[in-house]
């Protein structure tokens, strides 16, 4: 029993671990509540784009001698607002607008950095995730833009909801459908900022749709997909930041192997329980 103890206590000594995982519990609780309307909505796409176009900010920020955390923010909000703005203006598809505006401001941050000619390791965190460098400054800014994210969904919980499952009949009902959906991607992009220092633009977007599909597979209210999406990136978080410190590998890639592992595991339950009530429905050979 003391040696389970010890396994599951002896990380958390150092203050470096126990600020990782403070940060882990913030993102996994902003990335579930804004992880269900992405999964809801089929907003995939736009949760990788944004974490991608932050690169342009990070960049930018970084060789200005400005807060890179700022200049993400900056760069996933006007990236938001620009593939809203662009899907509603021209006649381009949804995708199509996400796509133009990712690869634009992506190409914008490799163009900046292509101009650094030393390796620069405080930017390339940004693209591959540093959770065990996350400093206080970083946690409490997380905790902000994350109280931001949680204090705007809980204000205006029936109008995203309504808007996420029809817009249409939302608007009809007298709700602002668009000002919601724009809403809606800048809270994408926030979320994905919460994140992106902790787990890097490469894997954000897991942790936004891995423990929220998880959560819909095995629940249909928005509110019990939300609970079930916190729980799930909780315990993959955990798990992989155990695993990361005695396995010495990467912190966020075992974070989101592990919230996968978990994704495949109810997906795999969820199939066999249902397996015996479809063959139950079907109609008797002839």
């Known amino acids: 029993m003391t040696d389970v103890a010890g396994w599951l206590f002896d990380p958390y000594e150092f203050e470096f671990m126990r600020r990782a995982l403070a940060v882990l519990v913030i993102i996994s609780v902003v990335g579930a509540v804004v992880g269900a309307f992405v999964v809801h909505k089929g907003l995939a796409f736009s949760g990788d784009a944004l974490a991608h176009a932050t690169l342009a900010g990070v960049a930018v920020a970084f060789v200005n001698g400005a807060s890179v955390g700022a200049g993400a923010l900056v760069a996933g909000v006007l990236t938001a607002l620009g593939i809203g703005w662009t899907q509603r203006r021209t006649r381009v598809s949804y995708d199509t607008a996400i796509g133009i505006l990712f690869v634009a401001m992506f190409s914008l941050g490799i163009l900046v950095m292509s101009r650094r000619t030393a390796y620069t390791p405080d930017l390339f965190a940004f693209v591959f995730g540093n959770i065990l460098g996350v400093s206080n400054a970083d946690l409490l800014g997380a905790a902000v833009m994350a109280a931001a994210v949680l204090l705007f969904v809980w204000a205006f919980y029936r109008e995203l909801l309504f808007v996420a499952?029809?817009?249409?009949?939302?608007?009809?009902?007298?709700?602002?459908?668009?000002?919601?959906?724009?809403?809606?991607?800048?809270l994408i992009a926030v979320a994905v900022v919460v994140a992106l220092k902790a787990i890097g633009i490469v894997l954000v977007n897991a942790m936004l749709i891995v423990p929220a599909a998880t959560g819909g597979l095995v629940a249909d209210r928005m509110s019990n997909i939300m609970t079930i999406g916190a729980a799930v990136a909780l315990a993959a978080s955990v798990v992989g930041l155990h695993v990361s410190y005695y396995a010495e590998v990467s912190a966020s890639a075992a974070i989101v192997l592990v919230a996968c592992a978990i994704f495949l595991a109810t997906a795999l339950t969820v199939a066999r329980r249902a397996a015996p009530a479809v063959a139950s429905a079907e109609p008797p050979a002839p």
Request: hydrophobic share 60%; no cysteine.
């Open 165 to 186: 499952y029809d817009p249409a009949m939302a608007a009809a009902s007298g709700v602002r459908a668009a000002p919601f959906q724009y809403a809606l991607l800048v």
